[in-house]
């Protein structure tokens, strides 16, 4: 994170499902049990699963336990910020430190509703997961019964010939966005599913996480938004008691297939979910009592992102921002100027060349976002990107900016002083430049050259599609 390294990081989610893939192929398997333990291994294994075809559980390794410091649980969210916090003099560097050594007491995936924490839990959505099996934590007992269970599955979809095909629709993808934006899940799940969805050769488009998330509320409030981790939610029940919920509300579909054999509807009953939690639980709500109307997720159109931009409302959720553009041509260029406090309220940070093709492989920028935020920017500062962020992301940050700046897209144009618009009621991103005027300057763009010559880097960064399909590799999951 924060360096050249994090643009294997995409990269990695397309080489997991080709590994898998072949191995699966070459050795003849009968049937995966695909194991992840963090944001891509997760999406990269069940998009494995699809390709293949074969009988397939999915396992989750599980989430770490929250730190604690200063008597309050903290987790890697913290430590991010807190970098933000030093740069302003809010923070020392020694109580930094501490922080750092404290937020990590032992294994797991990261512990808010970030981006692996949300992919386990669409996993069981999607039905490729048994329900109930995202939420316990990697250093529990329970993760180890839910590891036997997959053992037991796995040899049940052999005997009843039970694939990936038979258990995702479109109405099952439906149902995984109907949990992500109702848990506040990650931005990421929105290139993940599309992805899936494209592997699945299911029909899904970027405008259908508005479509669910207007019908959606958001339910839940964990981190990054709110202060609760999985282990909380596991504490109530899981991602069951979230979905029993929603399936009470008439919002996700009950009669989707999942890898047991038996629908959601079916499989809540065996649990015996009801979908309810002791009256004191204040960060899990029901379905006429959200915390949000609507879900978290927000896809942005204008003429600064004609293939639409994703955003994750985490705080108000009536964010209109209007300022001058700052625009940095890499995260590196974009973190300097901010750790040396040259932000001001109203900004609009834009960074671009860091999409799937142009970075290549579109880093998260999870060090520029929670040094803005650390800084006590997060509300009035508004940042931009044809990039990616953390799960841990919170504030009005705009990613997966379509088409992306080394295709062409209008964030290409964008020039320093542009005044940039994020308006999330009406759904726009825009900059107040004339259509002329952006004709001028596409006369006078180049496409940057590629930032690697050879190697995986510039192989999969040349095969990359755009982040409004999932920026897939996989040819047959391009839309033509």
Not at 20 to 36: P, Q
Not at 179 to 206: F, K, M, P, W
Not at 353 to 366: A, D, F, I, S, V
Not at 423 to 434: C, I, K
């Amino acid at each position: 994170m924060g360096t050249e390294g994090m643009r294997a990081s995409l990269i990695s989610r397309e080489v997991i499902a080709d590994s898998v893939e072949l191995v699966a192929f070459g050795e003849r398997m009968d049937a995966l049990v695909t194991v992840a333990g963090c944001d891509k291994n997760l999406p990269g294994m069940m998009m494995a699963t699809i390709r293949t075809d074969l009988p397939s559980v999915f396992l989750y390794g599980g989430s770490i336990m929250p730190g604690e410091h200063d008597g309050r649980e903290i987790t890697v969210q913290n430590v991010f910020e807190g970098v933000g916090a030093v740069a302003s003099g809010d923070m020392s560097e020694d109580e930094l430190e501490e922080m750092e050594r404290d937020a990590c007491p032992g294994a797991g995936a990261c512990g808010g509703m970030f981006t692996a924490n949300t992919m386990a839990s669409i996993s069981e959505a999607l039905g490729l997961a048994p329900l109930g099996s995202a939420s316990p934590p990697a250093e529990s007992d329970e993760r180890y019964d839910v590891a036997e269970r997959a053992g037991d599955l796995a040899a049940e979809c052999v005997r009843e010939d039970r694939r990936p095909s038979d258990i995702l629709t479109r109405e099952s993808f439906e149902n995984a966005i109907a949990v992500q934006v109702a848990l506040g899940g990650s931005t990421n799940a929105v290139l993940h599913l599309l992805a899936l969805a494209g592997e699945a050769g299911v029909d899904l488009d970027i405008e259908d996480f508005n479509t669910i998330s207007d019908r959606t509320p958001k339910i839940a409030n964990l981190q990054p938004g709110g202060s609760r981790v999985m282990n909380d939610l596991h504490e109530v029940g899981g991602v069951p008691v979230v979905l029993k919920r929603l399936l009470d509300a008439g919002l996700v579909h009950g009669d989707q297939l999942t890898v047991t054999g038996r629908t959601i509807a079916e499989e809540l009953d065996h649990l015996g979910v009801d979908g309810d939690v002791d009256e004191d639980v204040d960060f899990l709500k029901p379905v006429d009592d959200p915390f949000h109307e609507t879900g978290a997720i927000t896809v942005l159109t204008g003429n600064l992102a004609p293939d639409g931009a994703v955003l994750k409302v985490t705080g108000k959720d009536e964010t209109q921002h209007t300022g001058p553009a700052r625009v940095f041509e890499s995260e590196e260029d974009a973190m300097a100027y901010v750790q040396e406090g040259h932000i001001e309220s109203g900004d609009v940070i834009a960074i671009r060349n860091e999409g799937p093709r142009g970075g290549p492989g579109m880093r998260e920028m999870l060090g520029v976002t929670a040094a803005v935020v650390g800084q006590g920017h997060e509300d009035d500062v508004a940042l931009l990107t044809d990039g990616r962020f953390s799960g841990a992301t919170r504030g009005p940050m705009v990613g997966h900016v379509a088409p992306e700046a080394a295709s062409g897209g209008p964030i290409a144009l964008l020039e320093d002083g542009d005044e940039v618009t994020v308006d999330v009621p009406n759904r726009e991103l825009s900059v107040a430049v004339s259509e002329d005027e952006l004709a001028e300057r596409r006369e006078e763009w180049e496409e940057p050259e590629p930032r690697y010559d050879s190697g995986v880097l510039r192989k999969y960064g040349d095969q990359f599609g755009s982040a409004a399909d999932g920026a897939v590799t996989n040819p047959a999951a391009k839309p033509e």
